[in-house]
Structure formats: structure tokens, C-alpha cells
């Protein structure tokens, strides 16, 4: 699973999910063993359990960051044998 960012003890995932259940672009957090699962568009918590806190911080990391995590959604699923991706800066 490709580590696009990492800030504040929070690790932000995307990957390819050929059929799965997530059709829209979204991004999988984790913190201290909780995950979760946010919305690019609206930067909600779709799925799973987050500290409110670190759940702020995503949400705001989303919000300042849509562009870039909107193009490696885009480079992530172009259908090809080696999907790309890039790191995108952490909020600071």
C-alpha cells in the first residue's frame, strides 16, 4: 500500500482497488492502530474510527492538498501494469 504522506504520528495510504467497494476517490488514514477511510471531495470520514483530533488534521491535510491527492488518485488507477504515485507534503 503506498505511503503518500506522513505528519504527526498520522500515515496516509492510497492504492488501487480494482472492484472494490470504494468507487470514488478516497484516501486510508491510520494513527496509533485506529484506520480510516476519507472522502478527496469532501474530505469526510467515510469509514472507520479516528481520534477527533487527528481526524481534524486529515480533514484540514485534505482540504489544503485536493489537487495533488486528486492527481495520484487519477495516476493511481490508469489501468497499467505498474500504477504511479507521488508524495505529497504533510501538514505542518
Known sequence: MPEICR????????YR???GRHHYP???ADYAGKKAVF????????EGNF????????EAWIELRK???NSNWNK???PSSTPSFFKIEPLR
Open 7 to 14: 505528519f504527526l504520528g498520522i500515515i496516509i495510504y492510497m
Open 17 to 19: 482497488e480494482v472492484g
Open 26 to 28: 478516497h484516501i486510508h
Open 39 to 46: 472522502s478527496i471531495a469532501t474530505a469526510e470520514l467515510m
Open 51 to 58: 481520534p477527533r483530533k487527528e481526524k481534524k488534521l486529515v
Open 67 to 69: 489537487t495533488e491527492l
Open 76 to 78: 493511481l488507477n490508469i
